[in-house]
């Protein structure tokens, strides 16, 4: 059994930070690709960031140099650091991550969304 646990959401004013947790727990060998998405009201689903067990991370153009996203890999655990927010950035945020259960079995997983409401 797998979880991935989101924190970090909540009001903010336009401009202002914010940063968001979100970490695997459970029977993980190991994880590839984690990363960040995003469902605002009316819209569909949009990935946001991600990075590999590498490092190497992509940012959707809208909040490149703006938004950060790292990893702790001994603590199974990826973040989103967001500042400059804007309220077109409210949203629903959710963590994927590509796990590896065992040498055979890989999977994504979702975290249950935390919500981010940047205020004008």
């Known amino acids: 059994q797998v979880q991935l646990v989101e924190s970090g959401g909540g009001l903010v004013q336009a401009g202002g930070s914010l940063r968001l947790s979100c970490a695997a727990s459970?029977?993980?060998?190991?994880?590839?690709?984690m990363g960040w998405y995003r469902q605002a009201p009316g819209k569909q689903r949009e990935l946001v960031a991600v990075?590999?067990?590498?490092?190497?991370?992509n940012l959707v153009d809208s909040v490149k140099g703006r938004f950060t996203i790292s990893r702790d890999n001994a603590k199974n655990t990826v973040y989103l650091q967001m500042n400059s927010l804007k309220p077109e950035d409210t949203a629903v945020y959710y963590c994927?991550?590509?796990?590896?259960?065992?040498?055979?079995?890989?999977?994504?997983?979702w975290g249950q969304g935390t919500r981010v409401t940047v205020s004008s």
């Open positions: 990075i590999n067990s590498g490092g190497s991370t």
């Open positions: 994927k991550a590509q796990i590896r259960t065992s040498l055979i079995y890989s999977t994504d997983y």
């Open positions: 459970g029977s993980i060998f190991s994880i590839n690709v």
